[in-house]
Nanobody, 117 residues
Framework: QVQLVESGGGLVQPGGSLRLSCAAS????????MGWYRQAPGKQRELVAT???????NYADSAKGRFAISRDNAKRTVWLQMNSLKPEDTADYFC???????????WGQGTQVTVSS
C-alpha cells in the first residue's frame, strides 16, 4: 500500500518560512520523481516543484528563488523549504510520487499552509 504522509504545514506570517515534509512508503522511493503541488481555494492544483531520483529539480516560476525541494532516498523523505512566504502561497500542499517508467502517480492527503498576518 502506497502512503505519502505530509507534515509541516501551518500558519505563518508574510515573510516567514515553513518546511514541509513527505514520508513515503510502499514505493521504490529512489526511482520516483517526487514533487509538491498546491491548490488554493477556488483554484486548480498547480505544480510547485519536483525532484528526480537523481536529484534534478524543477520549480514553478512562483517558487523560484524562494522554495527549495530536497530528498533523502535513505530516509524515503522529500522536503519543501519555503522562505519569504507570501499570502498568495496560501494553499493545501500535496506531495506526489511519479514512477518514470510506468507513470503511476500517487498523492498524499495534503497539508495546509496559511500565510497571513
Amino acid at each position: 500500500q502506497v502512503q505519502l504522509v505530509e507534515s509541516g504545514g501551518g500558519l505563518v506570517q508574510p515573510g516567514g518560512s515553513l518546511r514541509l515534509s513527505c514520508a513515503a512508503s510502499g514505493i521504490i522511493f529512489r526511482v520516483n520523481t517526487m514533487g509538491w503541488y498546491r491548490q488554493a481555494p477556488g483554484k486548480q492544483r498547480e505544480l510547485v516543484a519536483t525532484i528526480t531520483g537523481g536529484g534534478s529539480t524543477n520549480y514553478a516560476d512562483s517558487a523560484k528563488g524562494r522554495f527549495a525541494i530536497s530528498r533523502d532516498n535513505a530516509k524515503r523523505t522529500v522536503w519543501l523549504q519555503m522562505n519569504s512566504l507570501k499570502p498568495e502561497d496560501t494553499a493545501d500542499y500535496f506531495c506526489t510520487a511519479l514512477h518514470p517508467l510506468t507513470q503511476n502517480r500517487y498523492w498524499g492527503q495534503g497539508t495546509q499552509v496559511t500565510v497571513s498576518s
